[in-house]
């Protein structure tokens, strides 16, 4: 009788089935789902991560190339930085752009005769009287024009056939001998002048960066200075046939190519949507502040350009320095 009632609980025993409990199902299903959300985002993040390396190669390569051209033509070469439309503190690509030769207009009698029109706030306006006329679609608003092949080069402001408007930066020192409104005689003599024309773009093809990877304008600039956060105008830099820099067109003017200029490479949820604006991103953390995006530094001297990791810093200026100091990351 005992034997048949073992034998019996061994049957009921194993005829017993155990289930899972709805409970235990969605705990097991909560936990896949926030081990999924995990991976994907650690995917996506290494994915960004991925792009912005890329990004920063292109970008020094084809600024490498670019300085070749300029030393192989004997000719300024230089790119212009594509920004992005409706958000113009990102850029996107790169264009190749040649400055084309200079104008002295269509004779070898051309010449100008200047007239200062006003001085205001460290600025003086000038007019120019073109003899003879120009070919005013050969030159643009931005160009710059010296006269008698010395002295400040003065801006273009606005332009017909027969006269330049023209503006230059006085805060430097400069002593213009020009006659004023209402002297005697009202315009200077003749003088023959060149217009040093702003760079044109290329039919080479030029570089798009990554999806989502760009150059933050917002922090991007010399030791010192923005080229392109408080403005939407172009931004070029030009490499002169030695190398060097030659010089920087941002905020509507040219600078001389004496200080580095470093290319923040981001990712564009970082980037402001307005200049001074906050970071949209998910940690309110800037490009600047993650140190898994690239200066990209350009030597002024020399021409070179090297790509190193963001470090550290306090601020985008203590970052930029430690940048300076950085070793190239050869291409990594």
Known sequence: MQIADCKLQIVEDRGTRHGITLVELLVAISI???????AARMIDFSVEDRRTREAGRAITIYLGSVRNRAMESGRPCGVMLRRLEGQPLCVVGLDQ????PPYAGDT???AARLQISDISGGLASLSAKMLPEINADLVSDGDLVQFNYQGPFYTIVARTATSLTLQVDLRQGQILPWPRVGDTPPLSPPMPYQIIRRPRKSAVTGLQLPLRAVIDMEFSG?????IGAQTNLPVYIMF???????????????????EPIFLLVGKQERVPLAHNGPSPAEDGLYNWQDLKNLWVTLNPQTGLVTTTEVAKGSDPFESRGIAREGQSMGGR
């Open 32 to 38: 896949i789902a926030i081990l999924m959300t995990v």
């Open 108 to 110: 070898l009698e051309s």
């Open 222 to 226: 010399t030791d010192e200075h923005s």
């Open 240 to 258: 002169s046939p030695n190398g060097s820099l030659e010089r920087v067109y941002h905020h509507g003017k040219m600078h001389p190519g004496i």
């Open 97 to 100: 752009v040649e400055v084309p």
